[in-house]
């Protein structure tokens, strides 16, 4: 996996962040392919995002990178498209 994590403070932020993970996985991909491979690409929030941004996860979904946030109520790790559902850490859950 190639991961790209992403701290999301501020709710006002989570289309840029999203935007710049997209660019940065893209661009690790490309440069370090001898190295990763075929990796799956998996973009982490470090909270999930408010309902009226859900649609990043179709976004994601449509690019081919997985989609996980932190839950901070319950310190778990959520998948929050079907790419990261069938991400081997969340195939038991």
């Known amino acids: ?3 790209e994590a992403k701290s999301v403070g501020d709710p006002r932020v989570v ?26 690409r998996v ?11 859900s649609w990043i996860a179709t976004i994601l979904q449509e690019t081919k990178i997985a989609f996980v946030a932190l839950d901070g109520p319950t310190d778990r790790v959520l998948p929050l498209n079907e ?3 069938a991400l081997s850490l969340f195939e038991s859950a």
């Open 1 to 3: 996996m190639l991961i």
């Open 15 to 40: 289309v840029d962040r999203m935007r710049y993970g997209i660019g940065q996985l893209s661009d690790y991909a490309v440069r370090y392919r001898e190295e990763i491979g075929e990796a799956e």
């Open 43 to 53: 973009l982490a929030f470090g909270s999930i995002p408010a309902a009226e941004s």
């Open 83 to 85: 790419r990261a559902r």
